[in-house]
Nanobody
């Protein structure tokens, strides 16, 4: 089993920044791509960003490209999401997830393990 625990969410004004962290324990995640997803109230869960198992490739949703940066430290079993220039529409519950693949993917069905989420609220 893999346990994923997100942290770093909070309330921030539009234009501000937050850094989300995902700590993995249990079975290793270093052989798999990792991703961040988000879900706003009344909406479906959507892809935000993904990083390949060695961190050489990244993939972003168009809505966050240029503002968010995903990174990972396999030695620490940690995945980060740096979020800059935040907008009210970024408000959501953010989830960390482990893929079943080594390469990047934005498909929700490719992810087998999920954290409980951390809330991000951006005020206008």
């Amino acid at each position: 089993q893999v346990q994923l625990v997100e942290s770093g969410g909070g309330l921030v004004q539009a234009g501000g920044s937050l850094r989300l962290s995902c700590a993995a324990s249990g079975r290793t995640v270093s052989s798999y791509a990792m991703g961040w997803f988000r879900q706003a109230p009344g909406k479906e869960r959507e892809f935000v960003a993904a990083i390949s198992y060695r961190g050489f490739s990244t993939y972003y949703a168009d809505s966050v490209k240029g503002r968010f940066t995903i990174s990972r430290d396999n030695a620490k079993n940690t995945v980060l999401l740096q979020m800059n220039s935040l907008k009210p529409e970024d408000t959501a519950l953010y989830y960390c997830a482990r893929s079943n693949r080594g390469g990047v993917t934005g498909a929700l069905g490719d992810y087998a393990y999920w954290g409980q989420g951390t809330q991000v609220t951006v005020s206008s």
